[in-house]
């Protein structure tokens, strides 16, 4: 499951994407148009500066700014940098050999083929599709 963390993360990402590139954005202005905590933006933006996904300067003009094009960040990009796993089950989050059912488990052929459709689909949505509201073209349909 997707937390909080990582959806309001995408909003973030999409907000600095929607502004001027070469001006850093406060993150008072960005908790207000997003509606999120600066408590919870705080730590998205620490964790999306560690991530080198976006540069935060301080001082009376800082903010926060995108480090590349929005085409060039996927959701699983962001989502990588927010959540501790995005594995569906908690024995893929781990070493499959520490697992004791591994030789015997007849779901977890499942829940890795779940996984992998999971990554792929989020590896096709780029913040530039989030910003035009463009689907991607390597959704699945079911």
Not at 91 to 98: A, P, R, S, T, Y
Not at 118 to 139: D, E, M, Q
């Amino acid at each position: 499951m997707i937390s909080k963390k990582g959806r309001y993360a995408i909003r973030f990402m999409i907000d600095l994407a929607e502004q001027r590139p070469d001006k850093p954005i406060p993150l008072d202005e960005i908790a207000d148009r997003q509606n999120i905590s600066m408590k919870h933006l705080e730590t998205i933006a620490r964790l999306l500066v560690a991530g080198k996904a976006v540069k935060g300067s301080g001082g009376k003009d800082g903010g926060y700014r995108l480090l590349r094009n929005p085409e060039e960040y996927t959701v699983y990009e962001i989502l990588s940098l927010t959540e501790s796993a995005l594995c569906s089950v908690t024995c893929l989050e781990q070493d499959l050999d520490e697992c004791p059912r591994r030789d015997n488990c007849k779901t977890l052929p499942m829940w890795q083929e779940y996984d992998k459709i999971a990554r792929n689909y989020f590896s096709g949505i780029t913040l530039a599709n989030l910003v035009n509201n463009h689907s991607p073209n390597t959704a699945p349909s079911f």
